[in-house]
């Protein structure tokens, strides 16, 4: 592959990872956020993180970002071998366990987010936005 064909590339996947992380992220605080209260709210034990990320950062733009955030990473770091048993404890607790389909709607969304500003990063990177 040429020089060009890979700049030309790279231009395209940066600018469709942009324009798709922003539209996932604007879904992801207004149209899903209903399915991410709901698993908060079955995670979130009084007394423990969840909990209180919800009563600081409240109900707007970026409160809703920052509790999708940290719904996520009960989820992403409750699977690290040894210390993910104690980040678990400290920041909810799942009473009941959650059908699949409830944590992919948490899970799946966000993780695409994060692969989509991967590449945008990378993409940049590669075009020497950085330099």
């Known amino acids: 592959m040429s020089e060009e064909r890979l700049v030309a590339l790279a231009e395209v996947t940066g600018v469709i990872s942009l324009i798709g992380g922003f539209i996932l992220l604007l879904l992801m605080v207004t149209l899903f956020f209903r399915k991410t209260a709901e698993v908060e ?21 970026i409160g809703r970002w920052m509790r999708v955030m940290h719904v996520y990473a009960f989820f992403a770091f409750r699977n690290l ?21 409830l944590k992919l709607w948490v ?15 990378l993409s940049g990177w590669y075009l020497g936005a950085f330099d």
Request: glycine share 8%.
């Open 107 to 121: 899970l799946v969304p966000f993780t695409v987010y994060a692969v989509l500003m991967f590449l945008f990063f």
């Open 41 to 61: 709210h079955r995670i979130a034990t009084p007394g423990k993180q969840l909990e209180f990320i919800r009563l600081i950062w409240g109900n707007g733009p």
């Open 81 to 101: 071998p040894r210390i993910g048993p104690r980040i678990e404890a400290r920041m909810g607790d799942e009473r009941e366990p959650l059908p699949l389909s």
